[in-house]
């Protein structure tokens, strides 16, 4: 059910398959143990969902969240005592320690993830996207990255969605259009000058899950 996707000596991520979580949670005694980790609060946010997909999708990228800090942060905190809140631009981090943590989900895989750096992470099922989807993208914009192709519109999405969750504010779609993509290589995606940041070199790391493309940016600073 839970995975440990490791990005790098600063970044790990934790990915939950949802379809198992599911099973899990129809076995009482499992059920009971799953929802220790949550606080009154939660398990209050979790009973109001109105449809089942949501919950299940809200309550796997949480306890991901919370093992993963848990793991790395906060070693003497219960899972129980450690809560998410959102600061202004709605990015979550952990209440106890101040630290920004990463969430995304899809119908079958919620995923968390830590980082010392700035970075964003996102997940997508491969065959969300045929091609990239107007207006966010232009339909050249796979073939402009020099060196090398970019492999998916999927993966385009999911890098455009990382580094928005890392440095965007404002509309989603008026950051693609704004934000271009320079280069594209195998680990390492270097992006146009924009209003949005100076750094223009970014790590790129990713996985596939479950028939999903997960991926986490972090910026290059030498």
């Known amino acids: 059910m839970l995975s440990h996707l490791t990005a790098s000596t600063n970044s790990d991520v934790y990915a939950v398959y949802l379809p198992q979580l599911m099973l899990r949670l129809k076995v009482p005694a499992i059920q009971q143990q799953l929802m220790s980790n949550l ?16 919950a299940l999708s809200w309550l796997g990228a949480r306890l991901a969240a919370k093992w993963l800090l848990k793991k790395y942060q906060c070693h003497n905190i219960t899972t129980k005592q450690l809560s998410l809140v959102k600061n202004t631009q709605g990015a979550p981090f952990c209440a106890i320690s101040g630290q920004p943590i990463g969430i995304s989900h899809t119908s079958d ?41 970019i492999p998916s519109a999927t993966q385009l999405w999911c890098f455009k969605e990382a580094l928005y969750k890392a440095v965007g ?24 000058t924009n209003p949005y940041t100076e750094l223009t070199h ?4 990713t996985w596939q899950l479950h028939n999903h493309d997960i991926l986490l940016t972090e910026p290059i600073y030498d």
């Open 39 to 54: 606080s009154a609060d939660e398990l209050a946010t979790y009973h109001n969902f109105i449809y089942k997909k949501p």
């Open 109 to 149: 895989l919620a995923i968390a993830a830590l980082s010392e750096s700035p970075f964003g992470v996102d997940t997508e099922h491969q065959s969300r996207f045929d091609t990239a989807p107007e207006p966010w993208f232009s339909k050249d914009e796979l073939s402009q990255g020099d060196v090398q192709v």
């Open 169 to 192: 504010t404002g509309p989603f779609v008026t950051f693609c259009q704004t934000v271009r993509i320079s280069a594209w290589h195998t680990n390492r995606v270097i992006i146009a």
């Open 202 to 205: 970014w790590r790129r790391h």
